[in-house]
């Protein structure tokens, strides 16, 4: 895990959530929630099943209404702010049986440059190629995306959002169902858009590889737990109030237990 940097402390955040609640129904799946993201930093959103998070990245992309509050994302609404943000959605949500090929997956990354009227041309295809090449997949351009497999579609989607070159990045859940080769490329990459000054904000599962794949966390189950830098408020503390108590501790270093592995237990 890096050390965070003073200057993405001092800056104006990134992302600034202000009294955000959303309801499906009218129940609250995201209570009265305010969070900021410093610019720059890397960033994991954790909590149990039904916690909202991925309803938090929704509203943060406006995809869904909220009941109340607001989102601003680099200062401004997103509506004015989306040429500058990257989305990366669950793998699961997408139909992938859609008749395309890879590269004109990537390429899609491109409209919000373009427009909707022009189509890419030779630049966009030169920074399609680009993007495939950083994700290990610059061989499988011209492959049907129902042919690749999960951890390959999920590098695909991933070249999508880099051709954006986004100031922020939004993705929901970018190791779910990838094989461990993926994903060290997946967060070899994070790292890279992070030290870039790139802001990337993740809904993350494995509670075990937090402490060294982000360095800020938003501990969140329907309303926000915590949120800081992980070396100050991932711990055991936050951890039991998030998931109610179900958690289990695997200390890598029993002389330090503040900084300990954290792991759901199975009903």
């Not at 410093?38 to 309803?55: D, S």
């Not at 399609?128 to 390959?152: C, H, P, T």
């Not at 461990?180 to 904000?201: D, F, H, N, P, Y």
Request: charged fraction near 25%; charge should be negative; include cysteine.
């Amino acid at each position: 895990m890096t050390t965070m940097t003073s200057a993405a402390l001092e800056s104006q955040p990134a992302i600034a959530v202000r009294d955000l609640t959303v309801a499906y129904n009218d129940r609250p799946v995201i209570w009265d929630l305010d969070l900021d993201v410093p610019a720059g930093v890397l960033m994991a959103i954790v909590g149990p099943n039904g916690a909202g998070k991925t309803t938090l990245i929704k509203a943060m992309l406006d995809l869904v209404r909220p009941a109340a509050g607001q989102v601003e994302i680099l200062g401004q609404p997103y509506r004015k702010s989306r040429d500058r943000v990257g989305y990366v959605p669950q793998r699961g949500s997408v139909d992938w049986d859609f008749p395309t090929n890879v590269l004109d997956v990537v390429q899609m990354g491109r409209y919000g440059a373009l427009g909707w009227i022009r189509r890419p041309g030779n630049r966009e295809r030169e920074l399609a190629l680009e993007a495939l090449d950083k994700v290990s997949m610059g061989e499988f351009a011209d492959r049907q995306i129902s042919q690749l497999s999960g951890g390959q579609q999920q590098r695909v989607f991933l070249a999508r959002a880099l051709v954006q070159n986004a100031d922020v990045y939004l993705m929901d859940e970018p190791f779910q169902g990838v094989d461990a080769t993926t994903e060290r490329a997946i967060i070899t990459l994070l790292k890279e858009l992070r030290s870039e000054g790139k802001t990337v904000v993740c809904v993350h599962h494995d509670l075990q590889t937090v402490p060294d794949y982000f360095d800020w966390v938003a501990l969140l189950n329907i309303r926000k737990i915590a949120s800081g830098p992980v070396s100050e408020v991932y711990n055991e503390t936050n951890l039991r109030l998030t998931y109610g108590g179900r958690v289990a501790f695997l200390s890598r270093d029993a002389a330090a237990p503040a900084t300990a592995q954290a792991a759901v237990e199975e009903d």
